[in-house]
């Protein structure tokens, strides 16, 4: 309504100051969210790119044996610190390395291929991400942070970095208020 009459607003909200007010902390958090959903995007690849990385280097202890093969209680270890279940390099020069659980492996829920993302699909995968309650076995394949003409595959779950996604939502949530506040 025009005169402030409107019988849908509280009556603290009447005045021209609660109304700016308002409209500020509405803005503000509209902001946010514009600023948020890229960084989302932006923090799920890059922990997924830091696994492909951990990934490379974990890999590179079958270059050291004259047959590309170590003990299976080393393979387990750095299938363990590496966070995964199959972990895959593609050298530059042809050679092709993987090592992969003993126990076997649980079936792929999702791939993704961090060589061919989009701005749009990058913050549309972190959400689905946080919204995806269970854990999911994702394949990620991408150039290697180490040697970009390598190329890496990695066989995770999803779970640990859901947590982490929540976690850093949770803190940017944290600095809106905070801000929306000041």
Do not use: C, W
Request: aromatic fraction near 6%.
């Amino acid at each position: 309504a025009i005169n402030g009459n409107s019988p849908h607003l509280p009556p603290a909200a009447k005045s021209l100051s609660a109304r700016v007010l308002l409209l500020t902390i509405f803005f503000v958090m509209l902001g946010e969210v514009l600023i948020y959903a890229p960084s989302a995007g932006r923090f799920r690849y890059e922990y997924l790119r830091d696994r492909l990385a951990t990934a490379h280097v974990a890999v590179l202890a079958l270059l050291a044996t004259p047959d590309y093969m170590v003990s299976d209680s080393l393979q387990a270890e750095l299938l363990q610190h590496a966070g995964a279940y199959i972990v895959g390099l593609k050298r530059p020069d042809g050679v092709k390395l993987m090592m992969h659980a003993k126990n076997g492996v649980p079936p792929i829920d999702a791939n993704y291929d961090l060589g061919q993302r989009s701005f749009i699909g990058l913050i549309g995968d972190a959400f689905a991400a946080i919204a995806h309650s269970g854990n999911r076995i994702l394949r990620v394949v991408g150039p290697s942070p180490k040697i970009p003409q390598a190329t890496v595959e990695i066989v995770i779950d999803e779970a640990p970095m859901r947590t982490a996604l929540i976690d850093y939502s949770e803190r940017v949530l944290a600095l809106s208020i905070v801000i929306s506040l000041l």
